[in-house]
């Protein structure tokens, strides 16, 4: 009879797609807290460095419909850029209240792996990844992330390189 291990931690969505197609990622969790009603990481508390952390916004365009830009959480997006390579005039940031409807992930959760396996949304990942080499995204759960090869991570989600970081 076999013992279950009570400190592993069960496989996100995302985890397990990663597994699926062969992608090397370390699991990492990070601590939360809340700000009103939302759940956030607490990256103070965080011994990685925060530029290697990226988040995900969601943004809606007149052509393309949710458009995903991907970049470091210490960084802005610049919506104009994600407009540009999107091939939109403009792009506004999906309201709180669609996200979840939207993406099928609450705020702090998107993760631009599981969108792109729920939905194919265009996805555009800031080119800072690609020189960095690992990068870490959400695995869809707050507080809940993985380490992840960029380039890899890129080509699985047939997202695209871009500048859109101001």
């Not at 969790?29 to 700000?35: A, Q, S, V």
């Not at 365009?61 to 830009?69: E, Y």
């Not at 409807?101 to 792996?113: E, L, R, S």
């Amino acid at each position: 009879m076999s013992k279950k291990n009570k400190n592993k931690v069960h496989k996100t969505l995302v985890e397990q797609i990663l597994d699926k197609h062969k992608i090397s990622f370390v699991q990492m969790e990070f601590p939360t807290h809340k700000e009103g009603d939302v759940e956030q990481i607490s990256v103070d508390h965080v011994d990685t460095d925060e530029h290697q952390i990226f988040k995900t916004l969601v943004f809606s365009g007149k052509k393309t419909g949710p458009v995903v830009g991907v970049v470091p959480v210490d960084e802005h997006l610049d919506e104009k850029k994600l407009a540009k390579v999107s091939g939109n005039k403009k792009v506004n940031l999906v309201p709180l209240k669609d996200l979840l409807k939207t993406t099928g992930y609450q705020h702090g959760a998107n993760t631009p792996i599981g969108i792109w396996e729920k939905f194919h949304y265009p996805i555009y990942v800031d080119q800072e990844a690609k020189e960095m080499g690992e990068i870490i995204v959400s695995s869809g759960q707050i507080g809940r992330s993985v380490k992840v090869d960029a380039q890899q991570m890129v080509n699985l989600i047939g997202g695209k390189f871009a500048d859109i970081k101001e």
